[in-house]
């Protein structure tokens, strides 16, 4: 109020601070509003109260209205672009923003899917299959705690099998004295005839464990029970624990099969129960189980049949245990100094020990595994360059949403909200490509490898897809945003569209591509690599020819074939008269199969000759053949003679030695007529040498070629053995007519393995020849997407120089100057990509060779090197070309 | 009635003082509409940050008035239910009434 005649005081108004406050949080359309609206009031409250009381009133107002209107600041503009209301529905709005511009330009969304869900898709697949072997865990109770022993000779060199069983003594031994190990179990395998009322007769693996196995791996019957004491007494053993998939696929999953009877080995035997599906032990083949007898175990010490297994007492170690184990060892040298002479323990997780070549198939699964983890690299390398092309193409609506007031961190998450969604939709996809994949690559893994569980998309499987996509999404997802949000906004606005900003991104974009280049040519000449290397095992000699022969596994039982007499005499009734049938060439018997993964050795001594150091232990592989068993196998005998009819079971024991045991013992001069120790346990045999052959395979490929032992069969004969026949023609149409032999010779005598030895050596190098795919599928993935890659950048570079093409040409310049200023600098950089991939390729040979595996050349990166330029060239070749095509008229015209 | 037009308490109270007052409804006539009526200390923020989601929704909408026939008035910001503004809050007063039928409760003054 003011008095007339005066200056009207100007009207009184909300006091500072609050007013700046106010004005800070107001939303912009608003704050007008709002503060005339307050000081109005303000007005009103000081001429009713004072101003003092106003002054309150507007605190008050002011404090308690921040929070409103900074909620609604930042829940919603009014701006399309923006949603409105809660975070949730902002995400919502995302993913429906990031659907529609995905729709929008369906072939990036479309390429990245593919891409992605193939690279995921091989993550995942390779995954499953090594999940089995180096990361799950033994399906039984505390499997950490779980631990095989051993006996050991280190005197055995080089690859040879220097894990020795142990003999029942010791095992008592171990179960008595050791108190590391709270229980000891024993168990071996062996193929048993079984057979069953109204059922062929078959030959299958049948593990012999001690009734106290179960009880220490935590396994429970799904039916029926386990073993109990008495039923390790002879006499009292008729029992047997069969697995599920034998009960389902033998016995029909019958609910009534416990009780009833089987036969094995002539004698009946009681089944107790239905082992789970899960256990497993010791490997996939072994599908029944009788009790290990243990009154009659034996008490030789050079009896060594049993593999021991043994559980951790709580708190001790596998170093503390081995160290008891030798302790324990040293004191029984006492009882019985010969066996033990030498001999070293050795205590290993039970996983490790079940897993045939641990160490080789870790290796080669970690290989695997890092291989595909470069072809997921390459795509997310792929992806990205996509992303930032893409992306490049959008800063302009970026750029308009930055500047009506979206933040950094909504762009952000818009870009993630795509490539999530893409990601997602690949995992989808690739977890169903790997479920196919795993399919077919698990048949091709021989059963008899042990491992936990089944090869499977399992729950571990899933959520290492689900890291992984996720992983990839926030790659390539994220790799233009940082880029974009950066960009200064006025010229990406400006008409002229976008190339600021882009020459970083271009850089990054040839520096993907280069690598990609790289890790194509790396993963190609590791593919190279092991495909040689598989390609030298197939066609590696193997000593006698494998072309033509048929195999047939046969067990002769205990009751039928008490005494060695009735062994010898089948044999050799059973050769005649295969031999005798059309269409054979000649037929033999060997105890072990070459190739099928099993082997024996003797050890064996030179009269005269005591080796040259008390560490060397003269050992070779030892085979007991029939006469004819040189003949059949087309094995060169060299100096002498292979056994005939006069090697009988009452005449001298002959040997026929190989080429390098006769070379290594007696050098240039014939070893025929000389003697040799063989030693076996505590007996002794002194044979004369009668032949030397050329050396062939042994049980298993990867040893090459070793020092043999042959015996006789008649001499030595052996209740398991293989009959192998030669065809003149097709071994498979014979197969019949030998079965018609053997059942005539024995109606109960079944007949097990029945495979020509083409297959058993192509079963031999199984492993082999899956990684060798798997690894050119994924050489060949990467070559195309380097390829692709490539092809991206170049285009993308012609695309934005159109302009400036169209310029250089109207002016005059060549297509060739103008096909090489594209191609320009970038080809330097594949170029380099290329070498720096045969670099590491050479580097992968010479460390692989240092293993053992191959030998280092320079061919292979060579080859490696041209063939990325060569694709590389055809690939930035074909939209160079297009460059030199560009009308000059059009491409000035446009932008 | 679909899920985003149900009011809350607030608006409620905001669209009836907006149709309670008619061509007055302002900043501050609403707010004090709303304290003089239910004794409800509103903050003026807290009526704006309302109208805002009223006009989002599609419930209300403002005009400006003619400047203040003094010196240096201003024209002001008026406020007033749209059509479904209207036809939204008497919806919501229906439901409370069909709530509120039959009960026997002493609300008292």
């Known amino acids: 109020m003011s008095a007339p005649g005066t200056a009207p005081s100007p009207p009184a108004r909300v006091p500072q601070p609050w007013r700046a406050m106010l004005r800070r949080v107001a939303p912009d359309d608003d704050r007008a509003s709002i503060l005339q609206d307050l000081d109005e009031e303000y007005r009103q409250i000081c001429a009713l109260r004072g101003a003092a009381a106003a002054r309150r009133w507007a605190r008050s107002q002011v404090l308690r209205s921040l929070l409103p209107l900074l909620r609604r600041r930042a829940g919603g503009r009014r701006l399309p672009l923006e949603p409105r209301g809660s975070r949730t529905i902002a995400l919502l709005h995302d993913l429906r923003y990031a659907l529609r511009s995905l729709v929008a330009s369906p072939a990036y969304g479309t390429v990245v899917v593919l891409v992605l869900s193939l690279g995921v898709g091989a993550n995942t697949a390779i995954f499953s299959l090594v999940n089995p072997f180096l990361f799950r865990a033994l399906p039984f109770a505390d499997p950490h705690r779980l631990v095989h022993l051993f006996e050991t000779d280190p005197r055995v060199g080089g690859m040879g099998w220097d894990m020795i069983r142990q003999s029942w003594p010791m095992v008592e031994a171990l179960r008595e004295q050791s108190e590391s190990l709270e229980e000891v179990a024993a168990y071996y395998y062996a193929s048993d005839n079984v057979s069953r009322a109204g059922a062929e007769p078959e030959q299958m693996t049948v593990g012999r464990v001690t009734v106290n196995l179960f009880a220490m791996l935590g396994a429970k019957p799904l039916h029926g029970r386990l073993f109990t004491p008495e039923e390790a007494r002879s006499g009292d053993d008729g029992v047997v624990l069969v697995h599920e998939s034998l009960w389902r696929s033998r016995f029909g999953a019958d609910a009534n099969v416990v009780g009833s009877t089987i036969r094995l080995d002539g004698r009946e035997h009681v089944i107790v129960g239905v082992m789970r599906n899960e256990f497993n032990f010791p490997f996939g083949a072994v599908r029944m189980w009788r009790p290990l007898v243990t009154d009659v175990a034996g008490s030789d010490w050079d009896d060594r049949n049993f593999l021991t297994v043994g559980k951790l007492a709580r708190g001790a170690s596998i170093d503390v245990a081995a160290a008891e184990v030798q302790a324990i060892q040293r004191r029984l040298q006492g009882q019985a100094p010969a066996a033990f002479e030498g001999l070293d323990a050795r205590v290993v997780p039970l996983k490790e020990a079940l897993i045939f070549f641990y160490d080789q198939m870790q290796a080669l699964m970690m290989l695997l595994l890092a291989a595909v983890a470069l072809v997921l690299l390459i795509v997310c390398a792929n992806l990205g360059n996509l992303a930032l092309a893409r992306a490049s193409r959008r800063q302009r609506e970026i750029a308009i949403r930055t500047a009506v007031g979206a933040s950094r961190f909504r762009v952000l998450r818009q870009l993630l909200a795509e490539s999530g969604f893409l990601s997602l939709l690949a995992a989808i996809i690739g977890v169903l490509l790997a479920s196919a994949a795993i399919g077919a690559v698990a048949s091709m893994i021989p059963g008899e490898l042990w491992r936990a569980g089944d090869i499977e998309v399992d729950g571990a499987a899933l959520g290492y897809t689900l890291a992984i996509s996720l992983l990839a999404a926030l790659a390539f997802g994220l790799l233009p945003a940082r880029q974009l949000t950066r960009v200064d906004l006025t010229p990406a606005l400006k008409e002229g569209g976008a190339s600021t900003g882009a020459a970083g991104g271009r850089r990054l974009g040839k520096l993907l591509v280069a690598s990609q280049v790289a890790v194509a040519a790396t993963l190609c000449g590791s593919a190279l690599m092991m495909m040689l290397a598989f390609r030298e095992l197939r066609n590696v000699e193997l000593g006698f020819d494998p072309h033509g022969v048929v195999s047939f596994d046969l067990t002769l039982p205990d009751d039928s074939y008490p005494g060695a007499e009735q062994v010898r005499v089948f044999w050799g009734r059973l050769t005649e008269r295969v031999e005798s049938l059309p269409g054979v060439e000649s037929a033999a018997v060997i105890d072990l199969l070459p190739l099928n993964f099993a082997a024996g050795a003797f050890d064996y001594a030179i009269p005269g000759r005591e080796p040259a150091t008390d560490d060397e232990r003269l050992q070779a592989s030892a085979h007991r053949v029939s006469a004819t068993y040189f003949d059949a196998m087309r094995i060169p005998v060299l100096r002498g003679r292979a056994f005939e009819p006069g090697d009988s079971g009452t005449s001298d024991p002959v040997v026929v030695v190989n080429r390098l045991l006769a070379e290594r013992h007696w050098p240039g001069e014939s070893p025929v007529g000389r003697t040799m120790l063989l030693r076996s346990g505590d007996r002794e045999v002194e044979a004369r040498v009668v032949g030397v052959a050329e050396p062939s395979m042994g049980g298993f490929v990867f040893n090459g070629f070793e020092e043999q032992v042959f015996r006789p069969m008649t001499q030595s004969p052996t209740r398991g053995g293989h009959l192998v026949v030669r065809a003149a023609g097709d071994p498979a149409a014979l197969v019949s007519a030998v079965r018609g032999a053997i059942t005539q010779l024995d109606t109960g005598l079944p007949v097990g393995g029945v495979r020509t030895m083409p297959s058993v050596l192509a079963e031999s190098t199984a492993p082999l020849l899956v990684a060798s795919q798997v690894l050119s599928s994924f050489g060949a993935f990467a070559l195309l997407l380097a390829a692709l890659g490539v092809y991206g950048v170049v285009a993308y570079a012609v695309a934005r120089r159109t302009h400036e093409i169209g310029i250089r040409m109207a002016l005059g310049a060549h297509p060739r100057a103008v096909l090489g200023l594209v191609l320009g600098s970038g080809a330097w950089l594949v170029l380099s990509g290329a070498v720096v991939g045969g670099l590491l390729t050479w580097l992968l040979g010479v460390a692989l060779a240092a293993g053992g595996f191959g030998t280092p050349s320079l061919a292979i990166p060579l080859a490696v090197v041209a063939l990325l330029a060569l694709v590389a060239g055809v690939a930035s070749w074909l939209p160079a070309r297009r460059a030199t095509r560009i009308d000059p008229a059009i491409a000035l015209r446009a932008e | ?109």
Do not use: C, N
């Not at chain 2, 149709?19 to 501050?28: N, P, Q």
């Not at chain 2, 609403?30 to 599609?58: M, W």
């Open chain 2, 1 to 109: 009635m679909p899920k985003g037009d149900h009011l809350a308490e607030l608006e409620q109270y905001v669209m009836l003082a907006l149709m309670r007052l008619g061509d007055e409804a302002y900043g501050v006539t609403i707010r004090q509409e709303i304290q003089e009526r239910s004794g409800r200390d509103v903050a003026i923020g807290a009526v704006y940050a309302t109208l805002g989601r009223l006009a989002d929704k599609g419930f209300a909408e403002s005009w400006t008035s003619e400047p203040e026939p003094v010196q240096g008035g201003r024209s002001r910001r008026h406020w007033r239910l749209t059509v479904e503004g209207d036809e939204v809050l008497r919806r919501t007063l229906r439901m409370l009434g069909r709530m509120l039928a039959g009960l026997e409760i002493e609300v008292g003054k």
